[in-house]
DNA sequence: CATAACATGTAAATCGTTTACATCCACTGA
DNA sequence: TCAGTGGATGTAAACGATTTACATGTTATG
């Protein structure tokens, strides 16, 4: 594994390194035969150039930090999925940060970029972190980045993301349109953006439809599967039942629909259950999941490109970029009972 | 986000560069007196050190590759989060290399860690991305490197992952303890080598009960949950149908019970199911999912662990650590109907 | 033939650290 | 008093590339 440099290469090839360079990196400057002696020396040897060395020099690491809340959700994963890959197409590789929600680990991962690890941020948590003030415009204080999923509640930003207040509304909507109107919620933890928002857009969807916003309909979920499960002994107790629940991630209605199931409800004949996501999961529930979809595939490639156009050097153009989600209606919602 | 060097804090403070590189990473080389005055312009300045320069001259990146086959698939995403987050611990970062299955990403990240880019490989995929001959011991040929999950087929490796061949067997003995006979196989791609281990598992099982092999109770499947829908079509065209099938992962099993279920059929009372990996959701799908459980959290920490002891210059011990799985009975198997 | 213009190559500076070595200084013990 | 010791600090050379300014060689032109 001991590497050679390019000035071995150079020697070897009876060139100057600064020729060894220029065949990598603008072979249009160096004539056709020296260049062709170099790349055989560079073929034969195997030599490859030192990337820190580069970096050092040319001030870019090739490296895109993601700050991801939790990479073993599914959502996640999957648009961590595309962003890696094209990001690799573009020549850039993805350092990951998992902050399991906390966040005292973004502020470390951060300090990494700062420490010159990576050349920009993918950042899918709610928390900004960075010390701002207002004094200068956000994008001087702060790396290259952009904000996805869980968007920040800051001005300045480039975001990209669905619009979790609309897409709430339209599964509200759906469930609106079955004749339901003791519509529960199962709400994820509250100090995420995500799930403020698809609370709001619940409680705008209620007050649209002229229903009163009843508290003891909603329970505060944490997103893990575990508290849709808790969420069921809540919700059940009341003396008048919720006749369809709206969780705001699969992962909770899948585990609200078991316990449902096992206390002996019947979805969507005795309540209905909608969640949110899509998770490659959902279709196979039973009864099968309807819920939000996201594109997350389309979110990765997005939040990728909006980055790489910055770290050309574009100043970034604050904004926030919603992607097209969509109802998936499936087994698990049905009018209500009478 | 312009940043001063160490040089610059070295003026401020009226000392040598090297004093203050001296009292970040080996402070009791300075007096308390210096120490402190330079503390104090660093605390000043917000300064960072660079990790690029610091790299280059040291030889040490801090950057761990995960070369992972797909992240969306949830074994995997858990895997990565407990190496994610102790290898923080340690002050590794974790570069993401996610293969799509293909053979070629695989070199392209070895290459890049050839570039310099990082100091360690865990390798989760089955193909060694790196041209190796027998002149030399294994490791004097390739970078620090952990191989988890799909064992490559070399030996001199350090090597992670469960028993395969065991667990296939444990979950098949499963199944003739129910008093199954005709026992389908759903299997991942013959190319990788978790499949191959769980496929030499049940026949061996199949051996041990004194069954014989019937390649018409095969199908070759490719992990997805789809492939797991599909096998249903070859399966219940048979004459002679299975009783109970032995899928090679759990998305598989969860895309051939639902299939299964909606031509009509009762889980486990026409037809037992057993998956692998026991993924967050298995325990949710209806009938539950009997399946093996994988520890993919003592995985992550297992190989973070063998990987840092080599890049603390030890010497690695080529050996195959085998981490205890379990069968966790649920809902999805049962005796097999006369 | 002198000279301009262009193609090609070279040498040296640079990026931000770390570290081997040199220096300085104060203190100890003979 | 002075050699010796040891602690604190400074100096300068790496590390491995890129890039700039400059030098050389070659060809074309008047």
Known sequence: MASIGIKEIASRAKVSPATVSRVLSNPELVSQKTRNKVKKIIDETGYRPNRLGASLRTRKTGNIFAIIPDISKPVNAGIVRAIENRAHSFGYSVLLGDTQGMNERGLQYAELVKMGQADGILLFSGDLPFDVNNDKPLYEQIPPLVNANERVDTDGLVQIAVDNVAAAKDAMQH???LGHSRIAAVTGPMNVPSSCERFNGYKLALENAGLTYDPKLVVNGDYSVNSGEDAVDQLMLLRLRPTAVFCFNDDMAIGLMKKLQTHGYDIPADISVIGFDDIRYAKYTTPALTTV?????????????????QLKGNPPQPRCD????SLEIRESTGPVSK
């Open 175 to 177: 469930l609106l349109e």
């Open 293 to 309: 979809y996201q594109p997350m595939e389309e979110i990765g490639l997005a939040c990728i490109d909006a980055l790489l156009d």
């Open 322 to 325: 919603f992607l097209p989600h």
